[in-house]
């Protein structure tokens, strides 16, 4: 997507910040009550990954932008400044969705330059949100990297991804395809709190067993973890184990980030609904939006053993930064953690 900065006096109804040329209409349904969809026409649809970044992909589609899952610690929410959007209730509610988006990969992909490197999918937003019922962008996105000879990778936290599931099996029959699905809150009031807008938990799970049964070893992202609210023992124990019975092939766990305007958004909530951690998240973030290295490290000694234990110990978590303390349990920084 290209964006063209634009006058906030603008008299044709386009949102500050969009291209109007992009722009093709703003619809508000009863269906989806809250949210404002603003359908574009984008010029290009893969989204090249500097090399900088250390990710392990270098390309990525993305078909709308905002999110109605509403995750409070969402580190995409940051993209929507761009379009002077509001990255906290703006981020939540008003979606842009690339209307032509599959049509515009096919022909990118069809490039004699293309080298059918890996692309990812749902690296920004969840391209298995609720929108996605209503335009039904990815089954054109899976058809056009499937023709190309590209393979991908999904992330989701939506169990609408089984509705396409034929499409995800006759694809893996041509060209590599991997299946992550996100779950990181298990207790249902506190997902209600932090993740208003996605599926439950339990659904989350459904969806494992359902791709797990249609032959996709399934990885489970158990992120992020959130500091002092989902790091308990038992929670962990429960979340660990819950995934496996569900059939996942590995996962990965890590804490929370809260970097860019996500931070504010976050603590906001955090300041209303639990006000005696607000001190001690300032200080597991004081060195700016990743935690203290001795909280990673103190996490990891938690959840390695119950990866291992259950067999799903087959990606590690974010490794120590560099120069970092050891973290035992005589450290007197765990104090925060506990």
Not at 218 to 224: C, I
Not at 283 to 311: C, I, M, Q
Request: aromatic content about 6%; hydrophobic content about 40%.
């Amino acid at each position: 997507m290209r964006w063209q900065p634009q006058s906030l006096d603008a008299d044709d109804g386009a949102l500050p910040g969009l291209d109007r040329a992009g722009l093709v209409r703003t619809v508000v349904t009863p269906e989806f009550e809250g949210i404002t969809f603003h359908e574009v026409l984008c010029k290009s649809a893969l989204n090249k990954v500097p090399e900088s970044s250390g990710l392990p992909f270098r390309w990525t589609v993305n078909p709308m932008r905002g999110c109605s899952h509403a995750c409070r610690y969402c580190f995409a929410r940051p993209t929507h400044e761009y379009l002077d959007l509001d990255p906290g209730a703006d981020f939540d509610s008003q979606i842009v969705v690339k209307t032509n988006v599959a049509a515009v990969l096919r022909r990118e992909l069809a490039r004699r330059s293309w080298r059918r490197e890996t692309v990812a999918l749902g690296t920004n937003t969840d391209p298995y949100q609720r929108a996605e019922g209503r335009y039904r962008l990815m089954p054109g996105i899976i058809g056009a990297l499937a023709d190309s000879g590209t393979g991908f990778s999904l992330l989701t936290k939506g169990p609408l991804l089984r509705r396409d599931l034929p499409l995800l099996r006759a694809a893996a029959e041509r060209v590599p395809v991997s299946v992550a699905v996100s779950i990181a809150v298990l207790d249902e009031d506190l997902h209600r709190g932090l993740e208003p807008g996605t599926p439950s938990p339990r659904a989350r799970l459904d969806l494992v067993r359902a791709l797990t049964a249609a032959g996709f070893g399934v990885h489970v992202m158990l992120a992020p973890i959130i500091p002092c609210l989902t790091d308990d023992r038992a929670h962990l124990a429960a979340l660990v184990g819950a995934v496996a019975d569900a059939g996942a092939a590995s996962a990965v766990a890590f804490p929370l980030h809260l970097r860019g305007s996500t931070r504010g958004w976050f603590l906001q909530w955090l300041a209303a609904e639990h006000p005696a951690l607000v001190r001690r998240y300032r200080r597991l973030y004081a060195r700016g939006g990743t935690v203290v290295p001795e909280y990673a490290a103190w996490l990891r000694e938690r959840t390695d053993p119950l990866l291992e234990r259950h067999g799903l110990h087959r990606v590690r978590a974010e490794p120590p930064a560099p120069g970092g303390p050891a973290a035992t349990a005589e450290h007197p920084q765990l104090a925060l953690f506990g």
